[in-house]
């Protein structure tokens, strides 16, 4: 199958969790250019709130029916945890799908380079969510570099971090490393796409990590990462769900200028919150939440541009159609999770 030509695009969630309910479901159902016509889920009360939100969708219980509805889909997006990645989105593949993977993508390198041969030889698309490269304040730090008002960046500092001491209560909890959990592999994916997205690819890298969490069978649930890029730039990375105290969002220091951003993108939230993506105030940001741009005792207010993670499936629609590449190529993430991996290794 893997081409798409006629509209619209015919799409199946798998999951109806935080992935599938927050992110996925909300930006296909709202882009004319698809049609949400299966969501899996083998929650009773999650399959009750899927038909009530989506009337249209037909909501089935495993992946075994949706596949049995393969005939009518062209795209499948997993937003299931990392250890199903593999065989969900290989049996994806092989019904001849296009897949969209959420991150984090699959477990280990090994699966990553396994899926992204099968589509190659299937002649379908494969790519991955990485949602972060359209959060409002990234997008207004890489219009900063762009512009030059930071000078030459010397040392690029980013942060995920919250007080949540009693966890996600899901999945995140309990994995372990070789199912794919973890802060590193869950955020991590996101930090480190950013610090590439702006800065280029990794010379060197080095990652510390530990588990603070109640299940001491689990992975990592705080890690810090450092990156040198080959253009010399220098990426630190935090994440950590138990911060009493969190730092700077973004802390940007080049030979002109800093710039220093407090506080998470607000679309996830507004999503699940119910804000429709078409809402003229989605991906807003206040002037209280923009950052700052300038040196000690001269800075100013940046306006931040608005977030946008409807762009992710508008650029999904035109590959497509053969009118333009993925949104994310599925080798990117594996670049990153290569990182990962070799962190984990040493740390």
Do not use: C
Not at 13 to 30: D, E, R, T
Not at 78 to 102: C, M, R, S, W, Y
Not at 141 to 170: C, D, I, Q, Y
């Amino acid at each position: 199958m893997g081409a798409v030509t006629a509209a619209p695009i015919r799409t199946a969630v798998v999951g109806f969790g935080v992935s599938g309910k927050v992110f996925h479901a909300p930006l296909i159902a709202a882009d004319p250019d698809y049609s949400l016509e299966v969501i899996v889920t083998a929650d009773p009360e999650r399959a009750a709130e899927a038909a009530r939100l989506y009337p249209k969708a037909r909501i089935v219980p495993t992946p075994e029916d949706m596949f049995g509805l393969a005939g009518g889909l062209d795209l499948v997006v997993l937003g299931t945890p990392p250890l199903t990645h593999l065989e969900l989105g290989a049996t994806a593949i092989a019904h001849g799908l296009n897949v969209v993977v959420d991150k984090p993508f699959v477990s280990t390198v090994a699966h990553g380079e396994d899926l992204l041969a099968r589509a190659s030889d299937a002649g379908v698309q494969l790519t991955v969510f990485q949602n972060r490269r359209w959060d409002a304040d990234f997008l207004t730090l890489r219009k900063l570099l762009r512009e030059g008002a930071l000078g030459e960046v010397r040392t690029f500092e980013s942060r995920f971090e919250w007080w949540r001491p009693e966890g996600f209560g899901n999945w995140r909890d309990s994995a372990t490393l070789a199912e794919g959990g973890g802060i590193l592999h869950d955020l991590g994916a996101h930090l480190i796409d950013q610090a590439i997205q702006l800065f280029g690819p990794v010379a060197e890298s080095y990652g510390e990590v530990a588990n603070h969490g109640s299940h001491p069978e689990a992975a990592d649930t705080e890690a810090f990462v450092s990156l040198l890029h080959e253009s010399g730039v220098r990426s630190r990375l935090w994440m950590n769900g138990m911060a009493a105290l969190v730092g700077p969002r973004f802390h940007v220091l080049g030979s002109k200028a800093g710039y220093t951003k407090w506080g998470l993108d607000g679309q996830e939230p507004a999503l699940a919150a119910g804000m429709a993506p078409s809402d003229a105030t989605y991906g807003t940001e206040s002037p209280e939440s923009w950052g700052l741009l300038g040196v000690d005792g001269a800075v100013t207010p940046v306006p931040a541009e608005k977030g946008d993670y409807p762009r992710f499936y508008r650029e999904l629609s035109a590959s497509l159609r053969g009118q333009g590449q993925l949104p994310v190529q599925a080798g990117e993430a594996l670049e990153t999770l290569r990182i990962i991996e070799n962190i984990h290794a040493y740390a």
